[in-house]
């Protein structure tokens, strides 16, 4: 183990690598503690079926990261990191054969939803306008001071409705509620709850802002590239060095952790007041995933020529079927026809397969802790929308719920986001309070997904963590 040294980390996944930058670049000496072999946690990428296929392990799409506002302050193109935008960020297959996109341009997005084309080009334009700051609004707590409170609240009175709703009232056509409610899906909720309009506003805007891209040579480049920047600046990491208690750490003057609540539990629980110990166990889980990698003979087959030259496809048919299968999910009941999540890297990135040969990363929302086994109902939902899929698969590699466990200790349950991202735990993330970072252990911050802005790929969640502790800690503004 390191010696004594003036912040401690524990987890390298995207948060926890922005918090030791944030602190690193500060002045303060760092050092990492990754319980796994490997870094990154959600951003992996590894052979999981066959030698030459490279699987983004989870993270594959980065809307979130490109347009992250304190990634693009930091300089990872000179350690590798190059984004590949897909022609199409996304599309939206439908069972007549044609395809909703997203596309960068939101023009060219709403052309293609004929009778809705005014009514998107309405919804996205004055908001796509103001993404700068409103990346800068959402992407930390909710409770703070506003610096652009007109923009803000434009975005809150929509974001706060259901997507079902929300859809109705602004769409008359399928193609268009479909898309809108694709998006929507990420969210993980009931689509008629609260909020969950929220991501399909975020992912939508990223999508015109910075398009869905994706990272040459899988999302470890993302990781690996923090990591190397971290380290010129004089940060450590070790890995295969599991926390179990807080008490086994070096001295340090502040403790941050790349953990859910629950792994915060497991490991400190014994030594907060019972108090706030009540408070982080009454933070509730979002819904799991199942996902399955393939090694594919050719590229899939889909009907929608769309869908050949998107980077990401949104497998669920119209609003009601894509409703009823997050209503299911949400209920602890298996969806016949689950919503699936497809991204196709190999189609734009030479890195990840042989040539001529592709690779498929996919999954699908089962309930939280589920142990089905879902590859039957992900790949007819895939031959449904490209007849002739399995023809082309050489190899499967599945990760169940418990797999997911398993392989890191923050998706217990198969819950990807840190906490289910409702309105009240969007407000309390995980409680509430300003500084949701600081613990009630002096010196100890939250800095994963289980605090604001929640989970994905942006290192806001470690870059605000650290700020507090700089501030709270080491005095530095
Ligand atoms: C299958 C899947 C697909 C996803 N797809 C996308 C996507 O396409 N785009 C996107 O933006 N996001 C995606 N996400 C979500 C994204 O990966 C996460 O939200 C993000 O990685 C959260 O980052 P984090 O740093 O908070 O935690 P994590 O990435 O989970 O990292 C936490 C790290 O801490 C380590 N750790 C935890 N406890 C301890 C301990 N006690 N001691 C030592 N180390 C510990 C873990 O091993 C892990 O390495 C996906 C997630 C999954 C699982």
Redesign the pocket.
Known sequence: MSDACDAIV?????????AAITLARAGCSVVV????A???????SAELTLPGFLH??????????AGSPFLKTLPLERFGLKWIEPAIPLAHPLDNGSAACLCKDIDVTAEKLGEDSGAYRRLMKPLARNWGNLSIEFLQPILHWPQHPITLAHFGILAVCPATLLSKFIFKGERARALFAGIAAHSFLPLDAPASSAFALVLGLAGHAVGWPIPRGG?QQISNALADYLRELGGKIEVN????NLRELPKSRAIL????VW?FL??AGQEMPSGYRRRLESFRHAPG?F?IDYALSEPIPWKAEACRRAG?IHLGGNMDEIAAAARDVARGTIPQRPFV?V?QQSLFDDTRAPRGQHTL?A?CHVPFGCSTDMSNQIESQIERFAPGFRDCILARHK?SVAD?GG?????TG?D???GAANLTQLIARPVLSPTPYRTSLRGVYL?????PP??????M??YHAARAALREIFGKR
């Open positions: 524990i987890g390298s996944g995207p948060n926890g690598l922005a503690y990754e319980a796994n490997t870094i990154g946690g959600g951003a992996r983004d392990v989870c993270s594959a799409v980065h809307p979130l990261a999302s060095h599991r926390i179990e952790l790349d953990a859910s792994e497991r490991i995933i996902k990401t999540l991204a990363w999954y990760m997911l392989s890191n200790p923050n998706l198969g990807i986001n840190g800095c994963s997904a289980s605090t929640g989970g994905g790929v942006h290192g969640c470690g």
